[in-house]
């Protein structure tokens, strides 16, 4: 049995003040317009630097990369102060949080040296090249591909990936190509590293059904990586070529279970909730309202929890695998119960613009935050495809 301690040391303490110290002085104010709109995009970007120069934009890794060597348990601390404050979304987050992971164990070192601080200064900004036209929930089932350019010592790529969260916006991608023609599913992919601004590469951005314009197509015609880390700048393979299932099984641990998702952003979220809630009067005629707050609060609590013992064993080395999509459930639908009772509160208020003090019309947040949780049980894997995780990795049922 594993015995979660659920105090603070006094330097995990001291962590956390100085955290708060910095977040409440440097936080922007008023909060900035969506990361994931080109002017939002480049408002976020200059905050990236920000955290950058003063070593918060990833904390838990060595210093030399930028980082501050922070332990899992401080990174959770950094996480719960910067949610708590409001501050900005992570235009970084597909590579800080999704890709860096997966660098760290499977990259060689001269990848780890050349991507990672330019990752955490905002220099380099990835996008996820995963999902297909024709390949979503069957990843496997992916028709881009990479074929063999022996006398250039590379790879040429074909193909589409789309619904690239910011694609419009980021310079490198990582994706997955089928390396081996006479493969099929999960044999002969390759992870590879490809920059976006190379010939052979076209990215067309379009909007989202809440207006903002952060996704992308990109679209590959012959475009050139070359093999293994020969020459990072230009792209390669992270891991081995033929295995690059086996490398996004890691990927996609860190976008379902911890590091994508901390339970920092809906604690926030559920104070911010209860405050609402104290602010309307308590709402008295509808008491299906408060249960609704009061179970949103419990939620993330209990997300909050769960979360600590995850920590106690990654931290004595224990990997969540597939464990993580229960936490992918988990947080997506906690998400989508919170801002709906936020929306019951404010009733038709909710959809209201809203406007800041100098007059400028700023996001409706509650609204905004919901419209968004629709896309947490799509989003890293629907939760279907993780309740079929679940079913089958975790408990061993049967398939059928
Ligand atoms: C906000 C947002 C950001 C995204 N960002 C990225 C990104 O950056 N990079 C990227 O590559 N992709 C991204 N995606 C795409 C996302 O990964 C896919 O939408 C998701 O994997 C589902 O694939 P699909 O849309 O093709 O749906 P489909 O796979 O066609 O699924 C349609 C429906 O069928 C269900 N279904 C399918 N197969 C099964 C099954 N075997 N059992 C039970 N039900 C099943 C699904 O659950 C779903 O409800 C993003 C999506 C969203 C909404």
Same mark, same amino acid.
């Given at each position: 049995?594993?015995?979660?301690?659920?105090?603070?040391?006094?330097?995990?303490?001291?962590?956390?003040?100085?955290?708060?110290?910095?977040?409440?002085?440097?936080?922007? %104010?008023?909060? $900035?317009?969506?990361?994931?709109?080109?002017?939002?995009?480049?408002?976020?970007?200059?905050?990236?630097?920000?955290?950058?120069?003063?070593?918060?934009?990833? &904390?838990?890794?060595?210093?030399?990369?930028?980082?501050?060597?922070?332990?899992?348990?401080?990174?959770?601390?950094?996480?719960?102060?910067?949610?708590?404050?409001?501050? @900005?979304?992570?235009?970084?987050?597909?590579?800080?949080?999704?890709?860096?992971?997966?660098?760290?164990?499977?990259?060689?070192?001269?990848?780890?040296?050349?991507?990672?601080?330019?990752?955490? +200064?905002?220099?380099?900004?990835? +996008?996820?090249?995963?999902?297909?036209?024709?390949?979503?929930?069957?990843?496997?089932?992916?028709?881009?591909?990479?074929?063999?350019?022996?006398?250039?010592?590379?790879?040429?790529?074909?193909?589409?990936?789309?619904?690239?969260?910011?694609?419009?916006?980021? %310079?490198?991608?990582?994706?997955?190509?089928?390396?081996?023609?006479?493969?099929?599913?999960?044999?002969?992919?390759? $992870?590879?590293?490809?920059?976006?601004?190379?010939?052979?590469?076209? &990215? !067309?951005?379009?909007? !989202?059904?809440?207006?903002?314009?952060?996704?992308?197509?990109?679209?590959?015609?012959? +475009?050139?990586? @070359?093999?293994?880390?020969?020459?990072?700048?230009?792209?390669? &393979?992270?891991?081995?070529?033929?295995?690059?299932?086996?490398?996004?099984?890691?990927?996609?641990?860190?976008?379902?279970?911890?590091?994508?998702?901390?339970?920092?952003?809906?604690?926030?979220?559920?104070?911010?909730?209860?405050?609402? $809630?104290?602010?309307?009067?308590?709402?008295?005629?509808?008491?299906?309202?408060?249960?609704?707050?009061?179970?949103?609060?419990?939620?993330?609590?209990?997300?909050?929890?769960?979360?600590?013992?995850?920590?106690?064993?990654?931290?004595?080395?224990?990997?969540?695998? +597939?464990?993580?999509?229960?936490?992918?459930?988990?947080?997506?639908?906690?998400?989508?119960?919170?801002?709906?009772?936020?929306?019951?509160?404010?009733?038709?208020?909710?959809?209201?613009?809203?406007?800041?003090?100098?007059?400028?019309?700023?996001?409706?947040?509650?609204?905004?935050?919901?419209?968004?949780?629709?896309?947490?049980?799509?989003?890293?894997?629907? %939760?279907?495809?993780?309740?079929?995780?679940?079913?089958?990795?975790?408990?061993?049922?049967?398939?059928?």
């Amino acid at each position: 049995m594993q015995i979660v301690d659920l105090t603070w040391s006094s330097e995990e303490q001291a962590f956390r003040d100085e955290a708060r110290t910095w977040l409440e002085a440097n936080v922007p %104010n008023p909060a $900035y317009p969506s990361g994931d709109t080109k002017e939002g995009f480049a408002l976020h970007l200059e905050w990236e630097k920000k955290l950058f120069e003063s070593r918060w934009a990833a &904390v838990s890794w060595p210093t030399e990369y930028g980082g501050r060597g922070a332990s899992l348990w401080e990174w959770l601390i950094f996480e719960e102060e910067y949610y708590r404050v409001g501050a @900005p979304q992570r235009v970084t987050q597909n590579g800080i949080f999704l890709l860096a992971p997966t660098i760290f164990e499977f990259g060689t070192q001269k990848q780890q040296d050349y991507y990672l601080p330019r990752m955490a +200064a905002g220099i380099d900004l990835w +996008a996820q090249g995963w999902s297909e036209p024709n390949a979503g929930s069957d990843l496997a089932g992916l028709a881009s591909k990479a074929v063999r350019d022996d006398e250039a010592g590379g790879w040429r790529l074909y193909g589409q990936k789309t619904w690239t969260t910011r694609g419009a916006f980021c %310079n490198y991608l990582f994706g997955l190509f089928r390396t081996d023609p006479e493969s099929e599913r999960h044999k002969g992919l390759t $992870y590879l590293l490809v920059p976006l601004d190379i010939e052979g590469v076209t &990215v !067309r951005g379009f909007g !989202r059904l809440d207006g903002d314009e952060g996704f992308a197509e990109v679209f590959f015609d012959g +475009a050139f990586v @070359p093999d293994g880390d020969l020459d990072p700048v230009n792209g390669g &393979v992270l891991g081995e070529v033929g295995n690059g299932w086996g490398v996004a099984m890691a990927t996609t641990g860190s976008e379902r279970g911890l590091t994508l998702r901390s339970p920092g952003r809906f604690t926030a979220a559920a104070a911010r909730l209860v405050q609402l $809630y104290r602010e309307r009067g308590g709402a008295s005629e509808d008491p299906g309202i408060r249960d609704a707050v009061i179970s949103a609060w419990i939620d993330a609590e209990a997300y909050a929890l769960y979360t600590l013992s995850d920590v106690t064993g990654m931290v004595d080395g224990n990997s969540p695998g +597939a464990r993580s999509s229960l936490n992918k459930i988990f947080w997506s639908e906690l998400d989508v119960r919170l801002h709906e009772a936020s929306l019951r509160l404010l009733g038709g208020e909710a959809e209201l613009e809203e406007w800041g003090p100098a007059g400028e019309q700023v996001e409706n947040q509650w609204l905004k935050g919901y419209q968004f949780s629709l896309s947490g049980p799509i989003y890293a894997g629907t %939760n279907e495809i993780q309740r079929n995780i679940v079913a089958e990795r975790v408990l061993g049922l049967p398939r059928k």
